[in-house]
């Protein structure tokens, strides 16, 4: 039977920020139970899999009402999960309640991921997240009360008008905390979202690329001197806390996505389902599946795959995991390229792996984008 690891996406969000364009909306509460009983009937069809670990993402699952929490739970007791699991649950401060936190640890939830960005309540306005630094502090505390041992903190950097000063303040006031885990990113302006607008008519103030680099410079030097190891771009944990589910998709591993606009990679195939929330239940209620799109990935595809993803990770890509996947030498198929950023110290070999460097990483979507065929 083989492990995998599973996604639930949970799309309901009581207000959308700004920057965001993820597949989740607000003002669709109508729509919670519905789409609850249809994601249900999705995760029970998980058959024949062992669940290494489950992901609870969105939009924010914590705005979820009990009522549909309860409804999902029911479907998640039924699936075959190994010992050791890994069950993480995203949320954002503001929506995180005594009942919903005691309910989600009796579900088995043993990791929470929690949606701050920035220490200053002027620039979560400016973000349009509901909450405040305040929220934030009482849920960290709620959720260390009710016995939530493993803690990630969600920060982005390279706000508009963020300034160094902010954003070291940020870093500072979250590690006093002592969270187990923090994801560090740095604010990208996407099509279609309300920041795109506002810079298009050039009313987004974004910090320079040389203040953006200083502040992830110092956000490894920083996080690294108070003990959180970084083991990707982004992200970072202590006391060997990484976060198992992300290293799923990093090392190109099998993954099942449940809920409106999921993705899946699973048994040599990419598939991915319908975005549209009433679209998505009445889908599972009719044929009992909802995918809109399906493809075989080729060889190609694969070995692509596994450099770009894997490249992410600081201990970079082995060799010898290259070979067992592809029967091929990976520098039969990547030595130019390979040879190429090794000379211009962007990046490392040695004998069984390649990673990025410092320097690499800073340009790491150009470096990465050479290694599509």
């Not at 309640?97 to 309910?103: R, S």
């Not at 198929?333 to 990025?356: A, C, P, Q, R, W």
């Amino acid at each position: 039977m083989k492990n995998v690891a599973l996604y639930i996406h949970i799309p309901f969000c009581k207000q959308k920020c700004l920057y965001c364009d993820f597949p989740s909306f607000a003002g669709k509460e109508d729509c919670m139970l519905d789409y609850a009983a249809a994601l249900a009937k999705e995760i029970s069809s998980i058959k024949d899999k062992k669940v290494k670990t489950i992901f609870i993402g969105g939009g924010t699952p914590t705005y979820l009402s009990l009522a549909g929490w309860e409804i999902i739970k029911k479907s998640i007791n039924k699936l075959d999960v190994c010992k050791d699991l890994e069950f993480t649950v995203e949320g954002n401060p503001g929506t995180f309640t005594i009942e919903k936190l005691e309910f989600l640890k009796r579900m088995g939830v043993n990791r929470l991921s929690i949606g701050l960005q920035a220490w200053q309540d002027s620039l979560l306005k400016e973000l349009g997240r509901i909450h405040t630094i305040e929220d934030f502090k009482q849920s960290f505390k709620l959720a260390r009360s009710i016995g939530f041992d493993n803690i990630n903190v969600d920060l982005m950097f390279g706000l508009p008008s963020q300034t160094l000063k902010q954003y070291l303040e940020t870093l500072k006031n979250v590690i006093e905390l002592k969270p187990e885990h923090l994801s560090c990113y740095s604010l990208i302006v996407e099509d279609g979202t309300d920041f795109y607008t506002k810079f298009e008519k050039g009313n987004l103030n974004l910090p320079d690329e040389e203040l953006e680099r200083t502040m992830y410079a110092r956000t490894i030097e920083y996080l690294k001197e108070n003990g959180y190891i970084q083991y990707e771009i982004s992200n970072f944990a202590k006391n060997n806390k990484v976060c198992r589910h992300n290293l799923v998709y990093w090392e190109m591993d099998e993954y099942i996505g449940c809920g409106s606009a999921s993705h899946s990679y699973n048994e040599g195939f990419r598939y991915r389902n319908e975005e549209n929330i009433e679209k998505y239940i009445e889908m599972m209620n009719n044929k009992g599946n909802a995918t809109v799109e399906k493809t075989k990935n080729s060889l190609q595809d694969d070995m692509e795959e596994f450099m770009f993803m894997g490249l992410r990770k600081n201990s970079g890509i082995s060799k010898s995991e290259f070979m067992r996947r592809f029967n091929k030498d990976m520098r039969s198929v990547y030595s130019e390229v390979i040879n190429k950023y090794t000379k211009t110290g962007f990046m490392k070999e040695d004998t069984d792996s390649i990673f990025l460097t410092f320097e690499g990483i800073e340009v790491s979507n150009v470096i990465m984008a050479e290694f599509l065929l």
